[in-house]
């Protein structure tokens, strides 16, 4: 391999890659969202990691290389897209050509997609109902009184923001304005389809600024808005809440109502109920930030049937 320098990715070790690359390398984490970064270090060190086994050079990336990887790939189709992404960045990175573009690449990608095809899986969606559901008197948890407040509110804000878990964790308390009636806005300074830091301001109802309200109050909050509980009792109020936090806050929540969800529930949970509300698709997409409208109907795909030419004509038919 030519020369070549370590790289440190995600905790896992250093993986050697071209020299020339480490300078990319630097700019692109400055360049990307920490999202994006990530898993660009785990798709570095999975092919690394296969190229060990395999027993062939990782660098440059060729297309003989990149046929054997596909013909073996076990894993989501979603997944290996990403890869298959990366991988194709990472060889221009390094200054070679790539070796996607060659036609036997691209037809072993194809046959790999055909074979892994399954419907793909997503959030279970968190309605506004699963939030009323939730915040019944006859439903309560073990957790401290602090710990349900701050989970009611950061589940109102990721709803009506229809925020990323990584946005929503990144908030802070100056980000925050109260309007005249009651409702609020908040700004996300960054997010996934805006890194240039232009910021996108979202609308707070009047029931998510009275939870947001209660939870600063209790909680003294002057940083980030939402941080962790210590022993369910102290704020943590120098750091943000954590990743796993987040997460742990929808399965309290859901443990409750009977369901399994994720930070990315209520973005989902949003969207749907916007398209059942009949609000229309170009503001649907400006309320999440999408770019597409293809992530908005993947969400609501079942709305979607729901009310088609079938279900229109069962009800025409009485039946």
């Not at 095809?117 to 309605?127: C, E, I, N, R």
């Not at 699963?130 to 009611?152: F, I, K, M, P």
């Not at 649907?284 to 293809?294: D, K, L, N």
Request: include cysteine; proline fraction near 4%; charged fraction near 25%.
């Amino acid at each position: 391999m030519a020369d070549s320098c370590g790289v440190q990715v995600g905790g896992g070790g250093a993986v050697a890659v071209p020299a020339p690359w480490q300078s990319w390398w630097e700019r692109a984490r400055l360049a990307y969202a920490p999202e994006s970064v990530r898993a660009l270090e785990g798709d570095l060190k999975a092919w690394a990691v296969w190229c060990q086994a395999a027993g062939v050079d990782p660098w440059p990336i060729t297309a003989d290389a990149l046929l054997g990887w596909l013909d073996g790939y076990v894993g989501a189709v979603a997944s290996l897209r990403r890869r298959l992404a990366s991988l194709r960045i990472l060889a221009r990175a390094s200054g070679g050509a790539d070796p996607t573009k060659e036609e036997r690449v691209r037809l072993a990608a194809k046959a790999a997609f055909r074979r892994l095809a399954a419907p793909q899986g997503q959030a279970q969606a968190w309605t506004w109902g699963s939030t009323r559901a939730e915040t019944s008197e006859e439903l309560r948890g073990r957790e401290s009184h602090l710990v349900r407040v701050r989970d009611q509110a950061l589940v109102r804000v990721a709803y009506d923001t229809l925020a990323r878990s990584s946005e929503v964790r990144a908030l802070r308390v100056e980000d925050l304005s109260e309007q005249p009636d009651g409702t609020g806005v908040i700004l996300l300074k960054k997010t996934k389809t805006d890194q240039e830091r232009r910021g996108s301001w979202r609308y707070l109802s009047a029931d998510t600024m009275r939870a947001v309200r209660a939870w600063v109050r209790q909680s003294g909050v002057k940083s980030w808005l939402f941080c962790g509980v210590d022993q369910g009792v102290y704020p943590v109020t120098d750091k943000p809440l954590s990743a796993i936090g987040a997460w742990r806050v929808y399965q309290r929540m859901g443990a409750r109502i009977g369901g399994d969800y994720s930070p990315h529930s209520t973005r989902v949970g949003a969207a749907c109920d916007m398209v059942a509300g009949g609000i229309e698709l170009p503001a649907i997409m400006q309320a999440g930030g999408w770019r597409s409208p293809e992530m908005v109907a993947r969400y609501s795909a079942r709305l979607a049937t729901a009310s088609g030419a079938a279900a229109t004509l069962a009800k025409l038919q009485n039946r």
